[in-house]
Structure formats: C-alpha cells, structure tokens
C-alpha cells in the first residue's frame, strides 16, 4: 500500500469513530463526548492559537466552543463532519474574541538590526497586526493547508472573499517587513 492509500484509510477510520462518538454522545453519553473532547482537543487548540496568534486565550476559547458544542450536538445534520463543525465553532468564537480586542501595533521587539533585519523579525508577532480574518485566512489556508473553499466553510465567507483577505493580509505583511 503507498502513502496515500494508508492516509485515506486511517483518516476514514477516525471519521467513522468520531461519528460513533457523535451519536453515542447524543443519547446522553458524556464518556463518548469526553473521548471526542480528547481526540480533537490537540487539533482545535492548535487552530486557535494559529488564529490568535499564539494568544494564551486559545484554551480557554476551545473549552467554550467545545461546551457550546455539546449543547448544540442535536444541532449537527451530519455526525460524519463533526471536525469541521467543531472548527467552524471554534474559528468563530476566535473571530468574536478578537474583533473584540483592540488592534495591536506592532511590538518593539520585531524589530531587526541594520546588519541583519530578518534577526528580529518574529512571525507570530508580525501576524498579530492583521485584522483578525486576515490572520485566520492565513493562518487555515497556509498552515492548516485548507482550499479557499474549506477555509471559507470554516469561517462562513465565500472562498472569492478568503483570496481578498489573503490578499490584503500579506500587502500588511510585505509593508512591515519592508519596514524593518
């Protein structure tokens, strides 16, 4: 078997127990939405701090998306997409938390020395001054490697809507780069 062929099947594996999870979970189990809690966890987290920028908050927003989700379980059509419907949950709440914070200028420390202006330069740091869907955009199209239309499904815009943010996010980018 090649590589692919391997990867295909253990990513419908865990879709086909993460879906038993999702209907054991709606009779009432709360064990089965544990275990779901558990495998997912790592993924969701690592989502949220991409899209805050490493912000210390991701936790937490995780943990109330995935209460949120719990009390919104009958809501999911499809139990076989639970992933994405706990993604698009938590990139939503990220969205909220964000928009709420003040805009950040950007920190001191980015700052390189005139020998070497790409010492300073610190991405997580660089990617905060984005508004908080450009840096989302980024973040699921370049890191979590999503098309313009998944990353559009996670974030409820049109995926025309993701390439202008994309756009517009990395015009930020190349400026203060340049600046340093």
Not at 7 to 32: H, I, K, M, P, Y
Not at 38 to 51: K, Q
């Amino acid at each position: 078997m090649t590589a692919s062929v391997l990867t295909v099947a253990f990513s419908e594996q865990r879709t086909s127990e993460l879906e038993a999870l999702v209907l054991r979970a709606r009779g009432g189990d709360t064990e089965a939405y544990g275990d779901l809690v558990e495998r997912t966890w790592s993924d969701l987290v690592a989502l949220a701090r991409g899209m805050l920028g490493g912000d210390a908050e991701a936790e937490d927003l995780v943990q109330e998306a995935l209460v949120h989700a719990w009390k919104r379980l009958w809501m999911l059509r499809q139990p076989e997409k639970v992933e994405a419907w706990l993604r698009r949950i938590v990139a939503r709440r990220c969205l909220s938390w964000a928009r709420r914070r003040r805009p950040q200028e950007l920190p001191p420390e980015t700052a390189g020395s005139a020998s070497d202006p790409a010492a300073g330069l610190d991405a997580a740091r660089l990617l905060q001054t984005l508004a908080p869907r450009q840096r989302a955009v980024l973040y699921l199209t370049w890191i979590e490697g999503c098309t313009d239309k998944e990353a559009g499904g996670i974030l409820g815009i049109r995926p025309a809507t993701i390439r202008v943010h994309r756009f517009r996010g990395m015009q930020i980018l190349r400026r203060l780069v340049r600046e340093q």
